[in-house]
């Protein structure tokens, strides 16, 4: 049986990789490295340098990643995407060419609002699954701001930007924290008694970052993650949001 280890890096920062995840890194057989496409060749030179920095002498693999099809429902079209993602990396792992623990680097870290776990378990001949975690995006983004995530016994709830999109803020919770927004829904709130902590690029050199009332901080945000992305060709930003 083949050993998968899911090794969280973060932000994207090497600084932000830990300790034991250096050291999987260095005792992984091969390494797997996502290609994405045009405009997006840092993601894959961010992860060379990560793997650079640890030291390892693992074979390094790339191969690429699929593309979602925008014609297909969204569940139905995550669910295809997610099999041709278990294909590529079936291929790839192939091609290791030696036997050992195969290494994938994974953003943030492999068990929060990620699905590389139930990707892992479409592969033709479940392998034995180890996850080294990383720093998320949540606690770059608190650390980023020095505040915390909660407010004294505040609860908190952790979702995605569709979800405050199509359902608005969620019943009960004072502090929220969205991840995986690519459309800026914290517009479509009521902004009143509502302060926004939002940040892009976490832990990296083109850090950026935004705080205030959401009422006020809106519009800036929005200019600001436009301009960003289309300078950089990618983003990656989270934010929280709280009601006084």
Same mark, same amino acid.
């Given at each position: ?101 195969? !290494? ?11 699905? $590389? ?19 998320? !995006?949540?606690?770059?983004? $608190?650390?980023?701001? !020095? ?6 016994n505040g609860p908190v709830q952790? $979702? ?85």
């Amino acid at each position: 049986m083949q050993d998968l280890w899911l090794i969280g890096i973060g932000t994207g920062s090497p600084v932000h990789v830990t300790g034991e995840g250096m050291q999987a890194l260095r005792d992984a057989a091969t390494i797997l490295v996502p290609q994405k496409g045009a405009g997006k060749d840092d993601l894959a030179e961010l992860r060379r340098r990560i793997i650079a920095a640890s030291g390892t002498t693992a074979r390094i693999v790339p191969f690429d990643y699929p593309v979602r099809d925008p014609g297909l429902p969204y569940l139905e079209r995550v669910d295809a995407w997610h099999d041709q993602i278990a294909e590529r990396w079936h291929a790839a792992m192939g091609k290791g060419g030696s036997a050992g623990p195969v !290494a994938l680097l994974v953003w943030g870290d492999p068990s929060l609002y990620d699905s $590389t776990l139930r990707i892992a378990a479409r592969l033709p001949v479940p392998p034995r699954i180890r996850v080294v975690p990383g720093i998320t !995006a949540i606690q770059a983004l $608190t650390a980023a701001h !020095a505040i915390p995530l909660n407010t004294v016994n505040g609860p908190v709830q952790i $979702t995605t930007g569709r979800r405050l999109r199509d359902h608005g803020w969620p019943m009960g919770a004072e502090t929220v924290a969205v991840m995986l927004d690519g459309e800026c829904s914290f517009r479509r709130l009521d902004p009143a008694g509502v302060t926004i902590w939002w940040g892009a690029f976490l832990g990296m050199p083109q850090q950026v970052l935004y705080d205030g009332p959401l009422a006020d901080a809106a519009q800036p945000i929005e200019a600001i993650r436009t301009a960003a992305r289309a300078r950089h060709g990618w983003i990656m930003d989270t934010y929280l949001l709280r009601k006084a």
